[in-house]
């Protein structure tokens, strides 16, 4: 099983930033694939970036130039650094790892979720 813990969301201004964090904890052979969807009031969930095991980067096009995802895979972490943030990002934010047992080719794990508002 795995844990995940998110952290860094909040209020912040228009044009501000925040930078999200998602630990994982527990027992697990290996995590592929992490990333990070949002689901604002009203709609459905959407995929806000992806990070592969090699490095490789993905983002939703309303994000891009704006997001940015690392992690550290010695502290199984994955990162969300938003920049120029605006109203529409207003969601709950939540991580997610794909960290398959052995044999297996996928498993994939949620956070609870962060809430982030962007407001005057």
């Known amino acids: 099983q795995v844990q995940l813990v998110e952290s860094g969301g909040g209020l912040v201004q228009p044009g501000g930033s925040l930078r999200l964090s998602c630990a994982a904890s527990g027992s697990f052979f290996s995590i592929n694939t992490m990333g990070w969807h949002r689901q604002a009031p009203g709609k459905q969930r959407e995929l806000v970036a992806q990070?592969?095991?090699?490095?490789?980067?993905n983002y939703a096009a309303s994000v891009e130039g704006r997001f940015t995802s690392s992690r550290d895979n010695a502290k199984n972490t994955v990162y969300l650094q938003m920049n120029s943030l605006n109203p529409e990002d207003t969601a709950v934010y939540s991580c997610n790892v794909d960290a398959p047992p052995p044999l297996s080719l996928h498993r994939y794990y949620w956070g609870q979720g962060t809430q982030v508002t962007v407001s005057s």
């Open positions: 990070i592969f095991s090699g490095g490789t980067t």
